[in-house]
Every structure is written in C-alpha cells, then in structure tokens.
C-alpha cells in the first residue's frame, strides 16, 4: 500500500542535543510537509517542500530546518532542542493541481521528547 | 491568531444518534475546507471536504455544512458508531496563488461515542 512513513515513531534526545526525524512516502507526491503538533493544540505547519523548493513559514524557529533529498524522502533537523520543542512532528504529503486544494496523506507522527 | 477555532474540546454521543462538530474561521481568503480524523498512535486521515462553492457535501454517514456568511462549518455523523470515536479535526485552505494547499487545522474535538 502506499504509504507515508516516519522513522522513529518515539525519538528521547537530550537539551541542545541535534535530533534528525525523517519521512518518506511511497506516493510519489511532490509536495511534502512537516506539522508540529503540542498536546491539545492544533498541528502547526513548519515549512514545506514543492518539489525541490523549500518554503519556510514566518513563525518558524531557525532552530529547525529540513531536508529533502530527493522525492520519496524529507528530513527534520532540530539543532538544538529546547524543553518547548517536545511535542508530535507530522509529516504529510500531497500532490498538487493547479487551482485545485488537494488532501493531504499523513504519516503517524513521531513523538520527541526533550530531557 | 487563530483562524481556525473549534470551541468545543470534547463531544459525548449515544450509537445511533447524530454527532455535530462545529469549526468556525476568519480568513475570507479560505475557499477549501476538509476534515480529518485522527486515532490515536495514528496520523490524521481525511474524511470529507467542502468547496465554498457549495454549501453542502455528503458522503454516507458524514455530511459536511458550509456557512460561509457565518465563516462556520459543521460536520455531522448519523448514525454515530462507536468506531466514530477519534480526534476530528477542521482543517481550511486557499486553493488560488502560491499556497500548495496549505492547510490551517483548528484544535481538534474529541468524539467519544458511547454503546
């Protein structure tokens, strides 16, 4: 089936210690996004690719960055995790038309947490 | 500023009788709306969506509101299943210009359907 998958599904890293979490999707979607979602909130979206280009929101730290190597894989680097960076990282996938807002196809999370 | 809100957290139903979630919104620019449903140790999977070209979109047991004088959705579930019961989430979009479908998710409600 095909798939978004992410690796670990459980990341513990220690403060100021670099974390990497990673994605990949079997989709062949060209757009790929990393959420970050605290407990009882709403996921908040960190940046996304459109194929090669790498789109960054305003609000988002510079301690996060991203990867993406090539179609199928997309990495999230964490430089330096503070206690506030604990939370579930989601990456998601889609595929897009032109005009047209097409679903996005979630992998199950990993969860950080900060010691 | 949250442009997304579901001011209800949680939600308890009866089987068999009708769920109804509420979302509302601010950005007029938001012309897409989907909903998700989340198990958990799961990510989000899509359930329905709604162009603001309609105002009404079913699919089985799930119908999808659109207000968009109020800038208010709903979802509503009948009849409600106790495999119904999850995290939904209300999610918005722009399908014009450069967004690529991004998405903007509300808090989340958690459904518990009772036997």
Known sequence: DAMVIQNPRYQVTQFGKPVTLSCSQTLNHNVMYWYQQKSSQAPKLLFHYYDKDFNNEADTPDNFQSRRPNTSFCFLDIRSPGLGDAAMYLCATSRTTSGRVNEQFFGPGTRLTVL | DQQVKQNSPSLSVQEGRISILNCDYTNSMFDYF???KKYP???????????????????????????????????????????????????????????????????????????
């Open chain 2, 41 to 115: 140790a799961e990510g989000p999977t899509f359930l329905i969506s709604i162009s603001s070209i309609k105002d009404k979109n079913e699919d089985g047991r799930f119908t999808v509101f659109l207000n968009k004088s109020a800038k208010h959705l709903s979802l509503h579930i009948v009849p409600s299943q106790p495999g119904d019961s999850a995290v939904y989430f209300c999610a918005a979009s722009s399908a014009g210009g450069t967004s690529y479908g991004k998405l903007t998710f509300g808090q989340g409600t958690i459904l518990t359907v009772h036997p």
């Open chain 2, 34 to 36: 989907l909903w998700y």
